[in-house]
């Protein structure tokens, strides 16, 4: 079955850097966009940005640009997402979904990693 | 970027109907997605291209979208139902294209 599995949680200081990984399976990998969605503790869900696994180009939130970096591996099935120059308000549980962007749902969403800024 | 305004919270008895909208500017003229949240637990699609269900969600489940409105009915709605839900759409032509609506709580009562 179509499957997205993350990298467990993380707990990192202010101005440091994150990376989450998405290993996907099920499916061929190219042939769809991973895009990432993050949601802040008791809030709502945020769209991060998306890459394609086809190209690698990537389209991000204009309130992340120039502190976010999304890739994949294509050998192994596996997107990433770096996120640098932390802040506490960036602690969220962070999610990747598969993406046809020709159609526009999510879907599946990976299990979701904590991420955690504290000093 | 694209808005989407949804209610906070709908609350409703066992067995009845819950109608969870979701307001956007010309929103009828774009394809709407819902997802169910529960808590703990990653979202899940309940409903893709306005009205269209995935396998495996109930046919309780259905949507609506036309105008300024989207809405999706949970009809004989059961315990298991109670969850976050939010629309969401996809404007390719937009520097923004992920947009998801502010979200809604369903409490079952």
């Known amino acids: 079955q179509v499957q997205l599995v993350q990298s467990g949680a993380e707990v990192k200081k202010p101005g440091a850097s994150v990376k989450v990984s998405c290993k996907a399976s099920?499916?061929?990998?190219?042939?769809?966009?991973i895009s990432w969605v993050r949601q802040a503790p008791g809030q709502g869900l945020e769209w991060m940005g998306w890459?394609?696994?086809?190209?690698?180009?990537?389209n991000y939130a204009q309130k992340l640009q120039g502190r976010v970096t999304m890739t994949t591996d294509t050998s192994t099935s596996t997107a990433y997402m770096e996120l640098r120059s932390l802040r506490s308000d960036d602690t969220a549980v962070y999610y990747c979904?598969?993406?046809?962007?020709?159609?526009?749902?999510?879907?599946?969403w990976g299990q979701g990693t904590l991420v955690t800024v504290s000093s | 970027s694209y808005v989407l305004t949804q209610p906070p919270s709908v609350s409703v008895a066992p067995g009845k109907t819950a109608r969870i909208t979701c307001g956007g500017n010309?929103?009828?003229?774009?394809?709407v997605h819902w997802y169910q949240q529960k808590p703990g637990q990653a979202p899940v699609l309940v409903i893709y291209?306005?009205?269209d269900r995935p396998s495996g969600i109930p046919e309780r489940f259905s949507g609506s979208n036309s105008g300024n409105t989207a809405t999706l009915t949970i009809s004989r709605v059961e315990a298991g139902d109670e969850a976050d839900y939010y629309c969401?759409?996809?404007?390719?032509?937009?520097?923004?294209?992920?947009?998801f609506g502010t979200g809604t709580k369903v409490t079952v009562l």
């Open positions: 979904a598969r993406i046809d962007t020709y159609v526009g749902w999510f879907d599946p």
């Open positions: 099920g499916y061929t990998f190219t042939s769809y966009g």
């Open positions: 890459i394609s696994a086809y190209n690698g180009n990537t």
């Open positions: 010309n929103i009828g003229s774009k394809s």
């Open positions: 291209y306005d009205s």
């Open positions: 969401q759409v996809w404007d390719s032509s937009s520097d923004h294209p992920g947009v």
